[in-house]
């Protein structure tokens, strides 16, 4: 089992910049990738963006891209969201993820690809 504990949500205004934290614990030996999702009010949750364990490969949703970095420190076993240049549309809990191997590479933008869930942190963007 691995273990998943998100910090550094809160709320920000438009513009604005929020990095968020992931820090990963149990058998974290069997992770190939972590990534963050997000749930906005009223709507289904979609994936924002995703890296290897390695952290050579690093993939983002068209939404973010230009204006959020994944980035990971496989010593600390964390990994992090820097998102700059907020939207209101940006507002959501955030959610990390981590695999555990168990299906193809070629899934990691999907939900079902994550067997390890966080508990979710709220960002939120005014205008």
């Known amino acids: 089992q691995v273990q998943l504990v998100e910090t550094g949500g809160g709320l920000v205004q438009d513009g604005g910049s929020l990095k968020l934290s992931c820090a990963a614990s149990?058998?974290?030996?069997?992770?190939?990738?972590m990534g963050w999702f997000r749930r906005a009010p009223g709507k289904e949750r979609e994936w924002v963006g995703s890296?290897?364990?390695?952290?050579?490969?690093?993939y983002y949703t068209n939404s973010v891209k230009g204006r959020f970095t994944i980035s990971r420190d496989n010593a600390k076993n964390t990994v992090y969201l820097q998102m700059d240049s907020l939207k209101p549309k940006d507002t959501a809990v955030y959610y990390c993820?981590?695999?555990?191997?168990?299906?193809?590479?070629?899934?990691?933008?999907?939900?079902?690809?994550?067997?390890?869930w966080g508990q979710g942190t709220q960002v939120t963007v005014s205008s």
């Open positions: 149990g058998r974290t030996s069997e992770i190939r990738f």
């Open positions: 890296i290897t364990y390695n952290g050579d490969n690093v």
């Open positions: 993820v981590a695999d555990n191997g168990r299906y193809s590479d070629s899934y990691y933008y999907t939900e079902i690809f994550y067997d390890y």
